[in-house]
């Protein structure tokens, strides 16, 4: 079957630690991204990749990091400079976007709780 | 700046009736508009996809686009109890490689 998986489903982590969420696809795309969403409130763009070894900052990328060594692989880290990590955090990928994007398909996510 | 409004809601509807859906956005070149469902506690799902002007109908959805009014809609028939989710508009502007999303729509459907 093919689709995106991210792990783990739910993280907890003290305050001040470094923590990954991992997200991969068998979807055969080549652009993914990562969004944030709070209670209430739209998905916000963190950062997204359309190409192995590039990516560039969404809207909130300050406190995050993320690397795309795989076409298949696009894992977000939030530092501990994150002021509110505390959120769900979704990933999605899609056809490479040269103008316009395409549909992009969403992961289950991950519910990050920092305290 | 790049906006994509929706009413918050809750818009709610008996079962059986057609529930409406509307987002406006900010900027009169965008050229791909998607529609997602999001049930509490889970990740949204692609429901629909337009492109140009006029309606795309997908099964008891349909899709209404007018670019002059920079408006899409959503019409959902006959209304199941199963449609109550929030349903975000996603807009793509041009140059920008990435979608901006509304805040959703919180649709209830009472038995």
């Known amino acids: 079957d093919g689709g995106i998986t991210q792990s783990p489903k739910y993280l907890f982590r003290k305050e001040g630690q470094n923590v990954t969420l991992s997200c991969e696809q068998n979807l055969n795309h080549d652009a993914m991204y990562w969004y944030r969403q709070d209670p209430g409130q739209g998905l916000r763009l963190i950062y997204y990749?359309?190409?192995?070894?590039?990516?560039q900052k969404g809207d909130i990328a300050e406190g995050y990091s993320v690397s795309r060594e795989k076409k298949e692989s696009f894992p977000l880290t939030v530092t501990s400079a994150q002021k509110n990590p505390t959120a769900f955090y979704l990933c999605?990928?899609?056809?490479?976007?040269?103008?316009?994007?395409?549909?992009?398909?969403f992961g289950p996510g991950t519910r990050l709780t920092v305290t | 700046q790049k906006e994509v409004e929706q009413n918050s809601g809750p818009l709610s509807v008996p079962e059986g009736a057609i529930a409406s859906l509307n987002c406006t956005y900010s900027?009169?070149?965008?050229?791909?508009f998607f529609w997602y469902r999001q049930y509490s506690g889970k990740s949204p799902e692609l429901i629909m996809s337009?492109?140009?002007?006029g309606d795309k109908e997908d099964g008891r959805f349909t899709a209404q686009l007018n670019k002059a009014s920079q408006y899409v809609s959503l019409l959902i028939r006959d209304s199941q109890p199963s449609d109550s989710a929030t349903y975000l508009c996603a807009v793509s502007f041009v140059g920008f490689q990435k979608l901006v999303f509304g805040t959703g729509t919180r649709l209830l459907v009472s038995p």
């Open positions: 337009i492109y140009s002007n």
């Open positions: 900027d009169r070149g965008s050229q791909s």
């Open positions: 990749s359309q190409i192995v070894n590039d990516f």
């Open positions: 999605a990928s899609s056809k490479a976007a040269i103008l316009d994007p395409y549909e992009q398909y």
